[in-house]
């Protein structure tokens, strides 16, 4: 192998040289072979025709192997392409010697030239496939075994790149075609799940590439629930369509899309629902530097907005999305206009202010504390944040003439638990207050709230979390054995949220179908399993990641909710729904939150839950109140007396 590595190294124009050589010596020992299997002897060399006839046939021979790219070839990743070239030069230099011997009046006998013929390309082709051969020899250690699922064009097409790389080598297809099963596609074994063990244990196959670009992500997920029972890392190909477009190559293999776990397959929007309320208009998207507001922001830009006025809190998620939308809107040549706005939701008059002077038509209201545990820990930001910044935001609408006003809401303002799920349920109420109160004016603004699950890949989501322990080898953490939640991805989610925004008459509640709820647990467990590694338990104590049960956190449910009450009607998208909510009028909303302020400045935290269980929000806490600061000051109270107690005593 090291004498192999000498040659290896020689340069390109060397290694040219040495090719020609070779095959000129091959031409010679093909022609003179011939003539012995022919005619037992080498007695023809007696003509005096004879040199003449070799020295043309092999200057054209090496002429049209030169014309036909054989020695512009790298051996290395050399497929059937050059071993055609080789046929093809031997049946010219074959037909040439014929023409020749007949021409000359050469007595050579006529099947020589057929003989020759198939010993040249024979001889030519031989040693360059055992070349590659022994390169792939020298570099296979460093390779990583592979196997490929889908026999289809685009596990084709990866086995083909697959082997070019030389990073991998491809021992076998799976496939669920029962007529491909046992057959052989380009030298490799087509077999079934069931029967893949007896591979991946023979070569210690590192992973399982999924190659079904064009199937759909129910079909993916049936898929990936068999493979998961594989000791192998699954990696997926891009989809066909990024192939296609040139924005992806089939060999750029990557992590299984969480969605596929999900086998929730997309719905294409409905274009005139995603345009109405943005294409030529004003839009401005609260919280824009968020998970969701910055998806809102890229799909509403698209749409051809006259303007789109990025207004967030965070000086940082302002700058990221501002420039991500500026670079966007060059690549695909917008024209509307970016304008970021930094300021909180909590300044009605700066809200106010910036509406007025941009004209904004159309509000979407993705700001909010989120995260459960931190508004527990926080009640009263919490609060000011979700039930006052959105009832601000709202008022601020109404007085600069926003003509439609949608608020994000969450599956967990349904018969909340927790203090976030009752402020985004009390922030409904104050639009739906004030949906009540525009619906009496010929042009008042519109109101609508839309209620959605998680979104994958949000800030906060289970996610990131799972694939960070995964990665620092272990454990998963998961709250309660028995936890689900209903999932979304976050570009589906904001698509859905502009087509429900545009099919609100005023103050309605829309709830998108998320499907089928996922058990947190079960998504560990297919995470580590696709990691190419083992769930360690009791039943398996040699597993590699182990999954722990913290516990439920303060105020988090076991299962989520959509909808309140049975009254729930479709709507025109299919994936979109309407629910009747109770409401308070806005006097009574109003005293409501006068109270409630009162109760945060004074920070009197049994107050504010109070006023919490008797508003119409159906809060039936699962905790104690756990704000962070009320508890360490009840906790210094509490000291203070039993050292007074003490020295009294």
């Known amino acids: 192998m090291q004498r192999l590595q000498f040659l290896w190294q020689l340069p390109r124009a060397s290694k040219r040289l040495i090719s020609v050589l070779i095959d000129c010596g091959l031409i010679f020992f093909a022609f003179n072979l011939a003539l012995i299997v022919r005619l037992g002897d080498l007695s023809y060399w007696q003509e005096p025709s004879v040199w003449g006839i070799l020295v043309a046939v092999t200057v054209a021979t090496v002429s049209v192997f030169a014309r036909l790219g054989l020695y512009r070839a790298v051996l290395r990743y050399l497929t059937f392409q050059a071993l055609f070239v080789v046929t093809t030069g031997a049946v010219v230099s074959a037909l040439l010697l014929a023409a020749l011997s007949f021409y000359m009046s050469d007595p050579l006998p006529r099947t020589v030239p057929i003989i020759y013929g198939a010993f040249l390309a024979l001889f030519c082709g031989s040693p360059r496939v055992i070349v590659r051969s022994l390169v792939a020899q020298s570099r296979g250690k460093t390779c990583k075994e592979v196997v490929i699922y889908g026999a289809g064009s685009g596990g084709r097409q990866l086995a083909f790149a697959l082997r070019a790389s030389g990073d991998y080598r491809v021992r076998a297809f799976i496939d669920c075609d029962e007529t491909l099963t046992n057959t052989v596609i380009l030298g490799l074994p087509v077999i079934s799940v069931e029967d893949a063990m007896p591979i991946i244990n023979k070569y210690d196959v590192d992973q399982v590439l999924l190659a079904v670009p064009s199937a759909s992500r129910s079909r993916r997920k049936v898929i990936l629930d068999t493979l998961a029972k594989l000791p192998v890392e699954v990696k997926t190909v891009p989809e066909m369509t990024d192939i296609v477009s040139g924005k992806a190559k089939i060999d750029e293999l990557k992590d299984v899309p969480i969605e596929d776990l999900l086998g929730r397959d997309p719905v294409a929007p409905q274009q005139v629902l995603l345009e109405a309320n943005i294409k030529d208009k004003v839009v401005m998207v609260t919280g824009a530097g968020g998970s969701i507001g910055s998806e809102l922001c890229r799909q509403i830009v698209m749409q051809n907005p006259k303007a789109l006025v990025l207004f967030e809190l965070s000086e940082f998620g302002l700058y990221q999305i501002d420039r991500e939308l500026t670079e966007l809107k060059k690549e695909k040549g917008l024209a509307c206009d970016i304008i970021p706005l930094m300021g909180s939701i909590q300044r ?188 360690k338990s009791e039943e398996n104590p040699h597993g590699d990641i182990e999954i722990q049960f913290a516990g439920l956190r303060p105020g988090e449910k076991l299962y989520e909710e959509l909808l309140i009450g049975d009254n729930v009607k479709r709507t025109a998208h299919e994936r979109i729904m309407t629910a009747n909510e109770v409401f308070l009028s806005i006097e009574e909303y109003e005293t409501l939150l006068d109270k409630l302020d009162l109760a945060c400045h004074a920070v009197d935290h049994e107050s504010i839950r109070q006023l919490l269980l008797d508003a119409p929000t159906g809060f039936a806490p699962t905790d104690g109140i756990g704000d962070l600061v009320w508890n360490h000051k009840q906790q210094s109270v509490l000291s203070v007396d039993d050292d007074q107690q003490a020295v009294n005593a």
């Open 348 to 535: 009605e008059n700066r809200l106010k202010t910036a509406m007025e002077s941009f004209g904004v038509q159309t509000v979407y209201h993705a700001a909010a504390y989120k995260h459960v545990p931190l508004v527990e820990y926080n009640v009263v930001e919490g609060v000011r944040n979700n039930v006052y910044g959105t009832f601000y935001t709202a008022k601020a609408a109404i007085e600069a003439g926003v003509e439609s006003f949608v608020l994000i809401s969450t599956d967990k303002a349904v018969r909340p638990t927790n203090v976030m799920g009752t402020t985004k349920r009390m922030a409904e109420l104050g639009l739906q207050a004030l949906a009540e109160q525009e619906n009496r004016k010929s042009k008042g603004t519109r109101f609508c709230m839309v209620r959605f699950g998680n979104v994958l890949g949000s800030s906060g989501s289970v996610i990131p979390l799972f694939k960070g322990q995964i990665a620092s080898g272990g454990p998963l953490t998961v709250t309660h054995p028995d936890i689900t939640r209903f999932f979304m991805t976050i570009p589906e989610a904001a698509q859905l949220v502009i087509q429900a925004g545009a099919m609100g008459k005023g103050g309605d509640v829309f709830v998108l179908d998320m499907g089928e709820s996922v058990k947190i647990v079960d998504l560990a467990k297919n995470l580590i399993q696709l990691s190419g590694l083992e769930v």
